[in-house]
């Protein structure tokens, strides 16, 4: 069984930087991609960044490119999600989520992340 387990969440003030983990289990090969999601109260559930496990591949949305670092430490079945310059509109519930075949990522759809994790808040003030 996949399991993941999302942490890093928390209070930040505008410009800020916070570093969000997501520890998976379960999976026996590496055809895997991890990806980060977050939903805003009353907003649609917007795919952030993901990372495929075989290849390093990433993939930003296009609101957090430049802001944003996906990374995995295959050692520790952990990935991290580097915030930076954080803004308000980055406040939010962050799920961390897999993708049971990996691969290239050119865009992030939800329906192929099928395990998922507890999310985790972010809170920006300005």
């Known amino acids: 069984e996949v399991q993941l387990q999302a942490s890093g969440g928390g209070l930040v003030q505008v410009g800020g930087s916070l570093r969000l983990s997501c520890v998976v289990s379960g999976f026996t090969d590496d055809d895997y991609g991890i990806g980060w999601f977050r939903q805003a109260p009353g907003k649609e559930r917007e795919g952030v960044s993901c990372?495929?496990?075989?290849?390093?591949?990433?993939y930003y949305a296009d609101s957090v490119k430049g802001r944003f670092t996906i990374s995995s430490d295959n050692a520790k079945n952990t990935v991290y999600l580097q915030m930076n310059r954080l803004k308000p509109e980055d406040t939010a519930v962050y799920y961390c989520?897999?993708?049971?075949?990996?691969?290239?990522?050119?865009?992030?759809?939800?329906?192929?992340?099928?395990?998922w994790g507890q999310g985790t808040l972010v809170t920006v003030s300005s």
């Open positions: 989520a897999a993708d049971p075949i990996g691969g290239t990522y050119y865009a992030m759809r939800a329906q192929d992340f099928t395990s």
């Open positions: 990372i495929s496990r075989r290849n390093g591949d990433t």
